[in-house]
């Protein structure tokens, strides 16, 4: 059971946008920073988005983040099937066992 | 170009201890922490913890503490993350990541390791 919450799977067609949430609390979400990896299969997780909304260098303006209260999301545009991966949102939290917590993942299908 | 080149896969038997090397390159290596990060199969990622390679501050994940011990040598840009204890659970791909921010609320991991399979088997 993860702390952070994400959907096991989403889908979606070539060329459109899908979105990936990512559901907290106040302990992680409330004053913590945000981040999305994508893991594609067989390979190291890559890092997409810091800091809530801000992309590496590198990385094409069709991934963008956004953080709310105690959700964040992640949308992607005009998907590839190269964007077929598994998507994991982090953040600090800030409770008693004081960790940086994953959610449990998020597989993309592009159809 | 940023590099963290991990050691190759290790076997061991429970109650082991396993120690994963984390050869970095193409950076300031005092300039940034490094992070271990582990991934059972088939599952989701899991944070063991964080060293700061400028002065060795450690950050363990709770779950871990007492079992986990990382380590840092400047003179080789290496980073090591030594598990004792051993159990099949442990059973998982091993990453190092160098991380940005010091204080956890900063944390995120901007390059990986390629990531070293360590097996748990009697």
């Known amino acids: 059971q993860s702390v952070l919450t994400q959907p096991p799977s989403v889908s979606a067609a070539p060329g459109q946008k899908v979105t990936i949430s990512c559901s907290g609390s106040?302990?992680?979400?409330?004053?913590?920073?945000v981040s999305w990896y994508q893991q594609l299969p067989g390979t190291a997780p890559k890092l997409l988005i810091y800091?809530?909304?801000k992309r590496p260098s590198g990385i094409p303006d069709r991934f963008s983040g956004s953080k709310s209260g105690t959700s964040a999301t992640l949308g992607i545009t005009g998907l590839q099937t190269g964007d077929e991966a598994d998507y994991y949102c982090?953040?600090?939290?800030?409770?008693?066992?004081?960790?940086?917590?994953f959610g449990g993942g998020t597989k993309l299908t592009v159809l | 170009q940023v590099q963290l080149v991990q050691s190759g896969a290790e076997v061991k038997k429970p109650g082991a201890s396993v120690k994963v090397s984390c050869k970095a390159s193409?950076?300031?290596?005092?300039?940034?922490?490094i992070s271990w990060v582990r991934q059972a199969p088939g599952q989701g990622l899991e944070w063991m913890g964080w060293?700061?390679?400028?002065?060795?501050?450690?950050n363990y994940a709770q779950k871990l503490q007492g079992r986990v011990t990382m380590t840092t040598d400047t003179s080789t840009t290496t980073a090591y993350m030594e598990l004792r204890s051993l159990r099949s659970d442990d059973t998982a791909v091993y990453y190092c990541?160098?991380?940005?921010?010091?204080?956890?609320?900063?944390?995120?991991?901007?390059?990986w390791g390629q990531g070293t399979l360590v097996t748990v088997s009697s």
């Open positions: 990541a160098r991380t940005r921010g010091y204080s956890g609320y900063e944390y995120y991991f901007d390059y």
């Open positions: 193409g950076y300031t290596f005092t300039g940034y922490g």
């Open positions: 060293i700061s390679t400028y002065n060795d501050n450690t």
């Open positions: 106040s302990s992680n979400f409330g004053n913590n920073y």
């Open positions: 800091e809530n909304n």
């Open positions: 982090g953040a600090w939290d800030s409770s008693l066992s004081a960790n940086w917590v």
